[in-house]
T-cell receptor
């Protein structure tokens, strides 16, 4: 079945450094790739997304890149701050035979930003 | 706008007991999804409602799990009888449902279920 691999599982960076989280998906028909941030005890929240007709998208300190050929997409956080500490999930969305969309999530990356 | 809400936030039950989780989606959202995350693993899809209809229940683990969405508003997920491996965080998410569009799913805070 479809799957999404996410690496690394944990990542520690010094405040101000950059962090990169990488995901690989298996279903070449996937066409939408959201990233969710889950802070401790809180709900997963969408932080950025990218569609398959775009190679890169940026929102302030956060950017996502997509390589459709390689089926890779990555989250880049620059100038990290302690409040960026959280678990980050990537997902790939695929159109199903039942006529709907389904998210396949990665296993999550626990990011720690050290002050 | 109120977000997706879930009840209870935590539930601790013994093996063999029954538990019912509830999800209230964002008002007006036709799509409602249930997911589960077991410790350290991915957020795994369980099923998808469009209004009151089950569109995709391919992720439901077995027949001990029953989801309903009567009237197309809130949804319940019942586990009966619960087993140890059912422990995890159960998330609900909703999206508006504009036909043909891939939309953002908004997540609830989750219900942390522990089966002893």
């Amino acid at each position: 079945g479809e799957n999404v691999e996410q690496h690394p599982s944990t990542l520690s960076v010094q405040e101000g450094d950059s962090a990169v989280i990488k995901c690989t998906y298996s279903d070449s028909a996937s066409n939408y790739f959201p990233w969710y941030k889950q802070e401790l005890g809180k709900r997963p929240q969408l932080i950025i997304d990218i569609r398959s007709n775009v190679g890169e998208k940026k929102d302030q300190r956060i950017a996502v890149t997509l390589n459709k050929t390689a089926k890779h997409f990555s989250l880049h956080i620059t100038e990290t701050q302690p409040e960026d500490s959280a678990v980050y999930f990537c997902a790939a969305s695929t159109y199903t035979t039942s006529g709907t969309y389904k998210y396949i999530f990665g296993t999550g990356t626990r990011l720690k930003v050290l002050a | 706008e109120a977000g997706v809400t879930q009840f209870p936030s935590h539930s601790v039950i013994e093996k063999g007991q029954t538990v019912t989780l509830r999800c209230d989606p964002i008002s007006g959202h036709d799509n409602l999804y249930w997911y589960r995350r077991v410790m350290g693993k991915e957020i795994k899809f369980l099923l998808h409602f469009v209004k009151e209809s089950k569109q995709d229940e391919s992720g439901m683990p077995n027949n001990r799990f029953l989801a309903e969405r009567t009237g197309g508003t809130y949804s319940t997920l019942k586990v009966q009888p619960a087993e140890l491996e059912d422990s995890g965080v159960y998330f609900c998410a909703s999206s508006h449902g504009l036909a043909g569009n891939q939309e953002t799913q908004y997540f609830g805070p989750g219900t942390r279920l522990l089966v002893l």
